[in-house]
């Protein structure tokens, strides 16, 4: 059956899933890339959903396959654009359930996120942490949403493969770790610093930096070398650096 109603419950269900309040209502979140959803197989979709003409032209059948038949749901174009984050869809949904993981780790190397705010800049670092072999990554309660669809999109795959995890600040300062704050001041170049398991790394705000609490309670400070003629680094590449530095 083609849903092609914006009035049936389906369609409003995963339109709501848009929004934030949804999402965390529901704990599901949407992938809209195939080649993501197809590395994610070991992941279940809890639901499909697809565009009329991708549906009739058969061409996610891999994906298909092996799902639940009362898993898809089929909307005609004129409305599956609706349930759409992505400008250009290739006209297929996946929508899993969020990936909730415990910090029980007691050697490591991580990044805590210290309220990264942009979308794009969360996906590219999870990416860029999964890429270059990084234990794991924390990020704090006000952080933007991990389950935003532009920071899936960013992530590609490795939100699915890199262990992420939340904590406030002030559990994360109880843990065995040494935590580092980036810092323009009084702080040891990522060149020159040795890296160590149990070391903490925290990237802070877009806009104001890591939090004076994170600074006051931090055993050590950490700079990146930059020109002169440049006064800061975009979050996401600043902490692909510094991921870099540590694993290298």
Not at 44 to 57: G, V
Not at 171 to 180: G, S, T
Not at 238 to 246: H, V
């Amino acid at each position: 059956m083609i849903i092609t109603s914006k009035n049936n419950n389906t369609y409003k269900f995963l339109k709501g899933l848009l929004e934030k309040k949804h999402r965390q209502e529901s704990k599901l979140f949407m992938v809209e890339k195939p080649v993501v959803i197809e590395e994610a197989e070991g992941f279940e979709i809890k639901y499909l959903a697809l565009s009329e003409s991708a549906y009739r032209s058969n061409k996610f059948e891999k994906i298909i396959k092996n799902l639940d038949q009362d898993k898809i749901f089929v909307f005609s174009d004129n409305i599956f654009k609706n349930l759409c984050d992505a400008v250009t869809s290739p006209g297929i949904i996946a929508y899993y359930s969020y990936l909730r993981r415990d910090f029980d780790r007691t050697s490591g190397k991580f990044l805590y996120l210290d309220d990264i705010r942009e979308p794009g800049n969360l996906g590219g670092i999870i990416r860029s942490a999964d890429a270059l072999g990084l234990d794991g990554l924390i990020i704090s309660p006000e952080s933007c949403d991990l389950y935003n669809p532009k920071t899936v999109r960013s992530s590609m795959s490795s939100i699915f493969r890199l262990p992420i995890y939340f904590m406030a600040r002030e559990d994360l300062v109880d843990l065995d770790f040494n935590i580092l704050a980036t810092s323009l001041e009084n702080s040891t170049s990522t060149r020159d610093y040795d890296f160590k398991d149990k070391d903490i790394v925290v990237i802070g705000n877009e806009a104001k930096g890591v939090s004076d609490f994170l600074m006051t309670h931090a055993k050590g400070f950490l700079n990146i070398p930059i020109s002169d003629k440049v006064d800061s680094l975009n979050a996401n590449v600043a902490a692909s650096i510094i991921i870099y530095e540590m694993m290298k």
